[in-house]
């Protein structure tokens, strides 16, 4: 019996275009999410982008074996390469009902002997007996993230900080243990969460991790639409497609963390630092991301740096239909510049299949802004 109830085929037809895809590629994996609903109800959740923010209760789209299955046979799932993340679109993985599908989906993975790294977000409560079973786990390469703002108002996120806080201590604490656990310090929001106070309890905190990720806010129109309708104090006079980090924020995470050897700006340079491993997003050609990494890490990153030919590019793009009018506009040590794809999930599959950074010309990277919106930034050119 599933722990969450199964969809049938009418319900599932009755569901948003968007929210029928288990399987989507994002830029720091592959994402599954054959579980959707979540009773958090953080107000900036990414649900409100998939129409979904109205499902409170956790339901199943298919069972998790074939979730597992479609994952590893879709197109973009590369063994042993494409790192993948679990649940991080519609619902939390260690909500008690959805728990024991987090875990189905980990075990199936493992048992097939993939060494793909798993990225599980959470702001939930843990509990001893899931540290061993995540050790049970012999050949994934599992990361937790621990979702962590330190924000206060209730009608911007309801479930409280600490809970999360504790999780990540808990899950730490064992000095022999396969899986890593990051301080996922997001979002920090200008007048929200950003006082000398909420600073110093984060640099605090991360000392327990293995390492800090710290980064801002998706503030996209579905997002803004739901804070003006229930009167929620706006962040921004502007949204936009990538997180939002203004620059001042910025200087003074780094200067509340001076001296810290694990602060990371990207995801998945986090993650691979604490699997002891090179970037899978190949960020290394964009050095000013990487003045705040450890020696350790920029030489392995460096050793594995290699950039493709325009030849690469296209043959690594050959086996996805969608990528067929690809062009490959620039490469320089920074990216590779491309046109041509319709949509962000195929340039994902070329980045992780490459190692190296891939970049769309319509959506310019700007130097020094690390990936990030534009607002807060001063005119910088782009990379």
Excluded at 35 to 41: A, S, V
Excluded at 109 to 131: F, S, W
Excluded at 287 to 310: G, N, T
Aim: proline share 7%; charged share 25%; with cysteine.
């Amino acid at each position: 019996m599933m722990p969450v109830p199964l969809l049938s085929k009418e319900q599932i037809a009755r569901l948003p275009e968007r929210a029928r895809e288990v399987v989507e590629y994002r830029k720091s994996g592959l994402s599954l999410n054959h579980i959707q609903g979540c009773p958090i109800d953080c107000a900036y959740c990414i649900r409100h982008t998939y129409g979904l923010w109205d499902q409170r209760r956790p339901r199943a789209l298919m069972t998790d074996a074939d979730a597992a299955a479609e994952l590893v046979n879709h197109r973009y799932f590369q063994p042993h390469i494409t790192p993948v993340q679990l649940f991080n679109r519609a619902t939390e993985p260690f909500l008690p009902k959805v728990r024991p599908h987090t875990f189905a989906v980990l075990e199936d993975l493992d048992a097939r002997g993939l060494t793909n790294h798993v990225l599980v977000i959470t702001r939930h409560q843990l509990k001893p007996y899931d540290i061993d079973r995540l050790n049970q786990l012999r050949h994934l390469k599992v990361t937790l993230l621990f979702t962590y703002s330190g924000i206060d108002d209730e009608q911007i996120e309801p479930y409280p900080s600490h809970v999360a806080a504790e999780s990540l201590k808990l899950m730490s604490a064992p000095a022999r243990r396969r899986y890593r656990t990051i301080l996922y310090w997001r979002p920090l929001v200008p007048g929200l969460n950003d006082t000398d106070a909420h600073l110093a309890v984060a640099r605090s905190l991360s000392k327990h991790a293995d390492a800090t990720v710290f980064t801002g806010l998706f503030y996209r129109d579905e997002i803004a639409e739901y804070y003006r309708a229930n009167g929620l104090p706006e962040p921004y006079d502007d949204t936009a497609r990538r997180k939002i980090v203004p620059e001042t924020l910025e200087e003074r995470v780094l200067q509340t963390f001076a001296g810290a050897t694990n602060l990371f700006r990207k995801t998945s340079c986090a993650v691979s630092y604490v699997h002891g491993l090179p970037d899978y997003n190949g960020h290394y050609g964009i050095r000013e991301l990487c003045d705040i990494c450890p020696l350790s890490q920029l030489k392995l990153c460096a050793d594995a740096h290699r950039v493709p030919s325009a030849e690469d590019v296209r043959q690594a793009a050959s086996v996805l239909p969608e990528a067929d009018a690809l062009k490959v506009v620039r490469i320089s040590q920074r990216a590779a510049v491309v046109c041509g794809l319709e949509t962000e999930q195929p340039r994902y599959f070329l980045q992780h299949a490459l190692g190296f950074q891939v970049h769309d010309v319509d959506h310019p990277h700007h130097a020094n802004r690390h990936g990030r919106a534009d607002i807060g930034w001063k005119d910088t050119t782009a990379s």
